[in-house]
């Protein structure tokens, strides 16, 4: 099996910051792109920002400049520090990992999700 644990998420006034982090466990033989998503009520799930396996990142238009992917390649670990934080932030935020286990295959796992609320 293979686990996805996310931790970080929180109450942040506008402005403020947070971090999330990620940590994938299990049967993993490699992970290609890790990521993260958010939902917010009522509306479809989206990407927010993705880093390859080569460090490529790539990121939403509505976080460029303010938010920060990064990766732990060794504790397959995946992190997005969100600075100058904005009420439409709001959101539940899932971590997403493209991965091939040792029994053979490769999908996507995602983690639990993890509420962000941005309110004074």
């Known amino acids: 099996q293979v686990q996805l644990v996310e931790s970080g998420g929180g109450l942040a006034q506008p402005g403020g910051s947070l971090r999330l982090s990620c940590a994938a466990s299990?049967?993993?033989?490699?992970?290609?792109?890790m990521g993260w998503y958010r939902q917010a009520p009522g509306k479809q799930r989206e990407l927010v920002a993705s880093?390859?396996?080569?460090?490529?990142?790539n990121y939403a238009d509505s976080v460029k400049g303010r938010f920060t992917i990064s990766r732990d390649f060794a504790k397959n670990t995946v992190y997005l520090q969100m600075n100058s934080l904005k009420p439409e932030d709001t959101a539940v935020y899932y971590c997403?990992?493209?991965?091939?286990?040792?029994?053979?295959?490769?999908?996507?796992?995602w983690g639990q999700g993890t509420q962000v609320t941005v309110s004074s």
């Open positions: 997403n990992a493209n991965l091939r286990v040792w029994a053979g295959g490769r999908g996507d796992y």
């Open positions: 299990g049967s993993i033989a490699s992970i290609a792109d």
């Open positions: 880093i390859g396996s080569g460090g490529r990142t």
